[in-house]
């Protein structure tokens, strides 16, 4: 094993640069523009450019880095072959070819939801583990998937899309990606909101705090934690769309631990006793006492895994 | 790579053994009894006596085989521990250790839904395909997961079980496992005949050829090849239930093929039909073009998985 390696997390607003040591230590972190101009053929050469010149200014030499894993808004196949990622304007992109051409430096991509999870694995929330699923709960749900300290790609690099679990068939409204009851279209930050519409809607009687006026999935757990009745309602049903899910996933690759990342998570530990409570009611004996943690590495989650993948 | 392996296939009644070559030739096939008493203490010394004389019989040096692979009906962790195995009247047994303290051969044990759907993988309905989940329909359900050619054993060795997913609201009495509303309540063959019975009842009008009479899941799937309208409800459902939880699947593992066996399955591909039919309706539009396939290994099955789990 090499001294040094970088992990890459490509946004389709600014890309986060960190350069580790290969026994995990984040040694430097720096970001750059993401330039989507162009159909986006500007990213990949500013990135080797940016470690490029790192390298340089650090004295270091190419036989030094192990690696470089970079991560990406969309799925990505074994061979690091980007299909389609509309947030970078990006088409068919072979993303390894085109980096180990301009750095001469070995380099792994994957998702950048899967790359979440192999960071909260590794150094994060579920550090100290092989088996585990990632939950991140942002405006969509993003999720990853490591089984024996690997994440999975899956077939069509779909693996770990966890979001798109049909969990319900309460909507009429079909979610992002054509299906109609997606866990995403209930558990997410808008998703929450969704539901608590559904709630005040429903129970027009009920007295909130959230009533009449526009809120936020922060208000609802806010509301929750003030001890509001509806945002209860709202909390469990929440908490049985997502528990019942991973509940259905535990039966799949039966992980260790769940971790919740992603900005709804910021709630803190009131989200996961709401997921517990109907994870346990509906998971395999075998599986019931599973562990739950919240994410730990925020917003680097992702250039730890990045880095991860390479090692 | 040696030049044999060994793959055994222990059940409750007998012990499936066979003698394989290392790419993949099944040379010679037997069974011996599952002796249960005593606690099955005599079970792995039998196998143990088996194999030793295989060897001696063909004139073979254990410097020739690459390892025994050997399944059990029952959770088997990473390590190669039983922790219970009812059928075999096992508790706790470490099966990689005594395998290996009495053939002095290198032993890998699963689970054995665990092993069929390996086998399945390697040189049956999923051959040719790295990542498969397969589904065996019998009185219960079995499952087994498979991602770039290894099987998931799972943190508590209960990856792969599948047919304990909760998938309906509509049934209050409990499953084997203790939950309610398991898939295997449903979808396997004793599921199949609560799903019929539960359609004759809510249906008291509609004519059927399974009225009256006792009923096997075999006798459904020949009613619905007949045409029969209550038994092409009945299929629907089956259909739902079992494509719906491959479509939860799929947002963990996506793999590239469904492999469907037991001993439902042998109604042939009409089975498939009915459960392509509501995969495709409810999977994340990546997973969308999965295969589907049945099982052609039978019985054999556990025998080339537990023989490959050693390769």
Redesign the interface.
């Known amino acids: 094993m090499k001294k040094y390696c970088f992990g890459i997390d490509v946004g389709g607003t600014t890309i986060k640069c960190g350069l580790f040591s290969t026994d995990g230590n984040l040694l430097d972190k720096w970001e750059i523009t993401t330039r989507t101009e162009e159909n986006g053929v500007h990213i990949l050469p500013d990135i080797a450019a940016a470690i490029n010149q790192k390298i340089e200014d650090r004295g270091l030499t190419k036989n030094e880095i192990e690696g470089i894993g970079l991560d990406i808004p969309g ?1 990505v196949n074994e061979k690091g072959v980007c299909m389609l990622a509309v947030n970078l304007h990006w088409g068919q992109v072979n993303i390894v070819r085109e980096m180990e051409k301009m750095t001469g430096i070995r380099t792994k991509a994957l998702n950048d939801a899967n790359a979440a999870a192999l960071g909260e694995c590794w150094k994060g929330g579920g550090a100290g583990h092989k ?1 585990l ?1 990632m939950v991140t709960l942002g405006t969509g749900i993003g ?1 990853g ?1 490591v ?1 024996e300290g690997k994440v ?15 969990v319900t068939e309460e909507l009429n409204e079909p979610c992002n ?3 109609v009851g997606c866990l995403e279209q209930v558990a997410s930050a808008t998703g929450i909101v969704r539901l608590a519409k559904m709630q005040l809607d429903q129970n027009p009687d009920q007295p909130s705090v959230l009533r009449g006026k526009a809120f936020t999935a922060k208000d609802v757990w806010d509301a929750v934690k003030a001890g509001d009745e509806a945002a209860d309602a709202i909390a469990e049903k929440f908490g049985l769309y997502l528990g ?2 991973l ?10 631990i769940y971790v919740i990342g992603g900005g709804v998570s910021k709630a803190g530990n009131v989200i996961l006793d709401y997921v517990q409570k109907y994870y346990r009611q ?1 998971a ?4 019931k ?2 562990a739950f943690a919240l994410a730990t590495l925020g917003n680097d989650a992702g250039i730890y895994g990045a880095a991860k993948v390479v090692l």
Do not use: K, L, Q
């Open positions: 799925p088996n699923i999720g998937v089984v999975i790609a899956g077939a069509h690099g779909s693996g770990g899309e966890i979001g798109h679990v049909h990606c054509g299906n019942r899910a509940a259905a996933f535990a039966c799949v690759t039966d992980p260790e509906y395999f004996p075998g599986c006492d599973a």
